[in-house]
C-alpha cells in the first residue's frame, strides 16, 4: 500500500499494518517522531482507516455552550477564564437568565445545551439537579450535554455524596451525557503543575467509568501543548481505549490544542506556546490508529484549529467538526482567535471543500441526517 512512497521502513511495516488492526503504544510513540514524507503518509493511512470506520460523511451538532459563571475555587495553571468573585468582571448567572439564553438558543435551532461553569463556592449536586430539571421542564426535548467530571466530583463532595449517587440524581433529573473535560493530561506528575487543584488521573478515571455504569455517555478529550511531550499524549490515549474496553461509553475524542496567549503557566514561562501544526495532526491521525474498533468519532475542533486548519485536521483521521455553538467562553478567554458561534451554512461549506458529506448529528451520533 505505501510501497511507492519514500518512507522509512519501519513507518511502512506499521501502517500497513493498521490498516488491520489498532496500533501498539510503541507504535503510537513512534509514530508520534515522523517528519517529511512518513508525516504524509501516517496522515493518509490515518485517513484511510477513518474512511472504512465512519465513511465520508463530516458531522456537526447544531449546540449551544452556557458558561454559567467564572467565578472558580480552582487553580489551573491553563485556565484564562477564572475569576474570584472580588474581580469586576466576575459573573454568576441565575437560573432565570440561563432559562432565558436556553430559549434563545433553541429558538435559533439548537438541540444540545453544553452547560459547564466554574468551581462556585458550595455548588453542590442538588443545585445542578435543580438547575437540570428547571431547563427539561421548559424544554423536555433539548439534550442536555453537561457538567464536567471535575463538577460532577466538586458537588459531590460538598453534598456528602458518592460520585456514583450524585450521577444517579443527575441522571434522574434528565442529563443526557456529560462532556469529557478536565482531563487535560492523564498523568499526575504533568497535573501537578498545570492543574494542582483538580482530579487525580484515578479520579478522573472514576467519575468517567461511574458515568458509563450508570448509563451517562461522555465524550473523552485531551489537552495538549503545554508542558507534556509525545510520551504524555500516548499514554492518556492508551488509558481512554482501555476505559473503552471496559466501558463502551465515550461517544467521540477531541483533542483540545493549548491555548497559550492568556495562559498563566505560559506567562510565567512554564509551558510551550502551544502545540505546532505537525503536532496536532499526529494527534488526530494517532488516535485515529490507535482507537481503531473502539471510538468511531474524533473532532476537529473548529475553535481551537480554525477552520481552514479543521479541514486538513479532517483529512488526517478527524470524522466530526463539532458545533455551531454559542456564547463559548473559556477558549476564547485562552486566546482562541477563530469565533465562538457559527452557522450551519458555514460548517457545509468547509466540508463540502474537501468533498465530503456534511451531515447534522445529534449528541450521541444516533441521529445523523445528510444535509
Known sequence: MFGTMNIKTRTKKILQKAMDEPITKEEALYLMGVTGRDLQALMIAADMVREAEAGDRITYIENWNINFTNICSGQCGFCAFKRDAVDGDSYYLETERILEIAAEAIENGARELCIQGGLYPGLDTYFYEDLIRAIKSEFPDVHLHSFSPMEVYYGAQNAELTVEEALKILKRAGLGSMPGTAAEILDDDVRAVICPTKLSTGEWVEVIETAHRVGIPTTCTMMYGHIDGPEHRVEHMDILRRIQEKTGGFTEFVPLPF?????????????????????????????????????????????????????????????????????????????????????????????????????????????????
Do not use: C
Not at 490507535?290 to 485536521?313: D, H, P
Open 259 to 371: 491555548m497559550h496567549p492568556h495562559a498563566p503557566i505560559y506567562r510565567e514561562g512554564l509551558a510551550m506556546p502551544g502545540a505546532t501544526g505537525a503536532d496536532d495532526l499526529k494527534v488526530y491521525a494517532i488516535s485515529r490508529l490507535m482507537f481503531r474498533g473502539l471510538i468511531e468519532n474524533i473532532q476537529a475542533s473548529w475553535v481551537k484549529l480554525g477552520f481552514k486548519f479543521a479541514q486538513v485536521a479532517l483529512l488526517s483521521g478527524a470524522n466530526d467538526i463539532g458545533g455551531t455553538l454559542g456564547e463559548e467562553n473559556i477558549s476564547r478567554s485562552a486566546g482562541a482567535s477563530h469565533g465562538v458561534r457559527t452557522e450551519p451554512e458555514e460548517i457545509i461549506r468547509v466540508v463540502r471543500d474537501i468533498g465530503r458529506i456534511p451531515a447534522r448529528r445529534d449528541t450521541l451520533y444516533r441521529e445523523i441526517e445528510d444535509v
